[in-house]
């Protein structure tokens, strides 16, 4: 009987295991190390979009391609890369990247985006006062500050701030202050700031922020902010802005700045975005006067030029002093408000029409000619969403994302709190938690748990390392330790309901699995080809040297001549540089004589050209001696080659970037045949076969 019993169990097992079989077969197998058909399919189709992605030939090239992969994250596991701290570190590192996404409420974050998008129709311009104080201010800080910009709020409405109003002022000061001293100092600096009062207009916000402000740059701009739009202020800022009509002055908006009053100057509809081109003149604003007045002259210079009807991108490339633009006409990104110095974006937008440019504008900078390109108007959600988003992410209103997570994380797990425990060790904890020195070993006899979350209990000797973990040293404070246990009592929790979400993720998401295993053998891959590949190319110089002697005729320069290119502004100043550079003048005292009274008279490029290097050198017979009077556009070129180089192998300096770059694929392909020799690999022909079908 027990004999039928097992025959009929094996019997099943054997159906069962076949069945499995049969569902994702066996593709590979390295050394014992099975791959399924799921996996490398998946992979070949993600890294494959081509249209014969069901080609035998394509499926058994990237089969090779795969198995090469396979063993070397094989060989990184044999040399046990994946218990190394550095390694653990740097997954962890991915890992909480990666699982961001799935800590914060998908459904919050959303309406978040969507309000961000419907914020960026209008452009709101502001002015600001504010009174610092840090997200962790001392409660008689914040009371003060509250007090001072409250006066301060009252005086721009024009309310008269009788002795009633101030002793509602001082007796909420006083709540939070424990010396007559300390108390009778803040209550003195409210009243010195009433008498502002005698000094300025009441309704100039201006005035009074020059005097009031703490924003450093309110003494220069009187608290204006200019125009600005959605995710370009601290989140609180930005909403209560854009609560405000034109003219309005907000109540008292708290930020990790401080206190903040905000009149709204202006609300207009979205500017969009434009795109530009611009020559720049650089010069410092501190410059000496006579470099300022040589960037002058040279953009007064192109800019009459411009009006004398050469074209702008000619200008550019051949003027501007901004590296990263000239080279392709002074075209820059496209911009919206706000993104620009001010200087620079009010002339922009003021460009009636595409094709319009501007007279010299001054920036910071230097100096600037802009030319529109075109213009567009916001752009559809759609399009924006996904930028919109990822800014959101990096905002402060993320928290609110988080929050409402924290919140669905409790309910979901099941989160039990013990409140008697968690008062117990927060009424235990002394003023060693003021002073930064607290130690949980003080606390060891509290082992209770604090609350539960799924399957995890937490105690109050977790809970007390926590604090040690976290606090920060507090001189001055007035917070009872019991005060500052609390705040870190709900900072603990909202921790630790991420914590125990993020541990759940390879479990809840299959996608969030196979992404972290991607990770973890790709950095596996990268270390051990770095140790075995790249950086052993660039250490390694005997090998280096002897595989450049091996393969020098790979490496040849082609044809080359040595030559200065003179560009000059019209024919006469060309036949001048011809008269110099026979009477044997060098292109230095050339340029300095030629361009002294004007800095564009002559350009000069200096160097070794091979074909394709340079259009102009491409087209001419390449013979020593002057070759000159080439038209480029209103220009003249003159062209003095110096020498003509035959073909030879490039010195190994010369071309080390390519060398190394060979060398690498050379030990690559050595190192993959020996872990083909060290590794058995078998791969099921039957189910590479279905591959793509």
């Given at each position: 009987m027990k004999k039928f019993v097992l025959l009929v169990l094996s019997c099943f097992l054997l159906i069962r295991s076949n069945a499995v079989a049969q569902t994702d077969p066996i593709i590979l197998t390295i050394d014992g190390d099975s791959i399924t058909r799921s996996e490398?399919?998946?992979?070949?189709?993600?890294?494959?979009?081509?249209?014969?992605?069901?080609?035998?030939?394509?499926?058994?090239?990237?089969?090779?391609?795969?198995?090469?992969?396979?063993?070397?994250?094989?060989?990184?596991?044999?040399?046990?890369?994946?218990?190394?701290?550095?390694?653990?570190?740097?997954?962890?590192?991915?890992?909480?990247?990666?699982?961001?996404?799935?800590?914060?409420?998908?459904?919050?974050?959303?309406?978040?985006?969507?309000?961000?998008?419907?914020?960026?129709?209008?452009?709101?311009?502001?002015?600001?006062?504010?009174?610092?104080?840090?997200?962790?201010?001392?409660?008689?800080?914040?009371?003060?500050?509250?007090?001072?910009?409250?006066?301060?709020?009252?005086?721009?409405?024009?309310?008269?701030?009788?002795?009633?109003?101030?002793?509602?002022?001082?007796?909420?000061?006083r709540k939070v202050f424990k010396t007559d001293s300390l108390m009778n100092e803040r209550i003195s600096s409210l009243k010195n700031l009433l008498k502002l009062k005698s000094s300025i207009n009441s309704s100039s916000f201006e005035e009074m922020a020059k005097l009031a402000s703490e924003d450093p740059s309110a003494a220069d701009n009187s608290g204006d902010l200019g125009y600005f739009?959605?995710?370009?202020?601290?989140?609180?800022?930005?909403?209560?802005?854009?609560?405000?009509?034109?003219?309005?002055?907000?109540?008292?908006?708290?930020?990790?700045?401080?206190?903040?009053?905000?009149?709204?100057?202006?609300?207009?509809?979205?500017?969009?975005?434009?795109?530009?081109?611009?020559?720049?003149?650089?010069?410092?604003?501190?410059?000496?006067?006579?470099?300022?007045?040589?960037?002058?002259?040279?953009?007064?210079?192109?800019?009459?030029?411009?009006?004398?009807?050469?074209?702008?991108?000619?200008?550019?490339?051949?003027?501007?002093?901004?590296?990263?633009?000239?080279?392709?006409?002074?075209?820059?990104?496209?911009?919206?408000?706000?993104?620009?110095?001010?200087?620079?974006?009010?002339?922009?937008?003021?460009?009636?029409?595409?094709?319009?440019?501007?007279?010299?504008?001054?920036?910071?900078?230097?100096?600037?000619?802009?030319?529109?390109?075109?213009?567009?108007?916001?752009?559809?959600?759609?399009?924006?969403?996904?930028?919109?988003?990822?800014?959101?992410?990096?905002?402060?209103?993320s928290e609110m994302?988080?929050?409402?997570?924290?919140?669905?994380?409790?309910?979901?797990?099941?989160?039990?709190?013990?409140?008697?425990?968690?008062?117990?060790?927060?009424?235990?904890?002394d003023t060693s938690v003021i002073h930064g020195d607290f130690k949980a070993e003080s606390l060891s006899r509290l082992n209770k748990p604090v609350f539960s979350l799924g399957k995890k209990v937490y105690s109050q000797h977790d809970f007390a390392y926590f604090i040690e973990s976290r606090q920060t040293k507090r001189t001055g404070s007035a917070s009872t330790p019991q005060a500052i246990g609390y705040s870190m009592y709900d900072d603990y929790v909202n921790n630790m309901c991420l914590a125990y979400e993020e541990s759940q993720l390879e479990n809840k998401?299959?996608?969030?699995?196979?992404?972290?295993?991607?990770?973890?053998?790709?950095?596996?891959?990268?270390?051990?080809?770095?140790?075995?590949?790249?950086?052993?190319?660039?250490?390694?110089?005997?090998?280096?040297?002897?595989?450049?002697?091996?393969?020098?005729?790979?490496?040849?320069?082609?044809?080359?001549?040595?030559a200065i290119i003179y560009t000059c502004q019209n024919k006469a100043i060309a036949g001048k540089v011809k008269k110099m550079i026979k009477k044997g003048v060098g292109p230095d005292k050339i340029a300095a004589d030629i361009n002294e009274k004007s800095k564009l008279n002559v350009s000069i490029n200096e160097g070794t050209f091979s074909k394709g290097d340079n259009e102009i050198i491409d087209g001419i017979n390449w013979e020593k001696g002057i070759v000159s009077d080439i038209n480029k556009g209103n220009q003249v070129i003159v062209i003095d080659i110096l020498d003509v180089l035959k073909p030879m192998p490039k010195s190994l300096d010369e071309a080390k970037g390519l060398i190394t770059s060979d060398y690498q694929n050379y030990l690559e392909q050595e190192w993959i045949d020996s872990l083909r020799s060290k590794y058995?690999?078998?791969?099921?022909?039957?189910v590479l076969k279905t591959i793509g079908k």
């Open positions: 490398f399919d998946r992979v070949y189709r993600k890294n494959n979009n081509r249209s014969d992605i069901g080609d035998p030939a394509a499926v058994n090239e990237y089969m090779q391609l795969f198995i090469n992969y396979k063993l070397k994250v094989k060989e990184a596991e044999a040399q046990k890369l994946d218990t190394a701290e550095s390694f653990i570190n740097e997954l962890n590192g991915y890992r909480k990247q990666l699982a961001q996404p799935y800590l914060t409420d998908k459904d919050v974050s959303e309406e978040l985006v969507k309000e961000a998008y419907e914020r960026m129709k209008t452009e709101v311009r502001a002015s600001q006062i504010l009174i610092k104080v840090s997200s962790d201010a001392l409660p008689r800080d914040t009371a003060e500050a509250y007090a001072r910009i409250m006066i301060i709020r009252d005086h721009l409405l024009g309310k008269t701030i009788s002795s009633g109003r101030l002793s509602e002022y001082e007796n909420l000061v739009t959605s995710l370009m202020m601290v989140y609180p800022f930005e909403s209560a802005a854009y609560k405000l009509k034109p003219g309005e002055i907000s109540m008292p908006v708290r930020t990790k700045f401080g206190y903040h009053i905000i009149r709204c100057t202006d609300i207009r509809p979205a500017s969009g975005e434009i795109h530009v081109a611009h020559i720049m003149v650089k010069v410092a604003p501190n410059a000496p006067d006579s470099v300022q007045q040589q960037a002058k002259l040279k953009i007064d210079e192109i800019y009459n030029k411009l009006k004398a009807g050469e074209k702008f991108e000619d200008l550019a490339m051949q003027y501007s002093d901004d590296r990263g633009s000239s080279q392709n006409g002074g075209v820059l990104p496209w911009f919206g408000t706000g993104r620009m110095v001010a200087e620079f974006e009010k002339e922009a937008f003021s460009l009636a029409k595409d094709g319009d440019y501007s007279a010299p504008v001054r920036t910071s900078y230097g100096w600037h000619i802009i030319k529109r390109l075109e213009k567009r108007a916001l752009a559809s959600f759609d399009d924006k969403k996904n930028e919109i988003k990822n800014q959101v992410q990096r905002d402060s209103r994302s988080k929050s409402s997570m924290i919140e669905r994380i409790k309910k979901e797990y099941n989160f039990k709190e013990f409140v008697k425990s968690k008062d117990e060790l927060i009424n235990a904890l998401y299959p996608e969030f699995r196979i992404l972290m295993n991607e990770y973890r053998d790709g950095i596996l891959l990268f270390d051990l080809t770095d140790r075995m590949v790249w950086s052993k190319a660039v250490k390694d110089s005997a090998g280096l040297l002897e595989f450049y002697k091996a393969n020098k005729s790979n490496y040849m320069w082609g044809d080359r001549c040595k058995k690999v078998q791969i099921n022909e039957a």
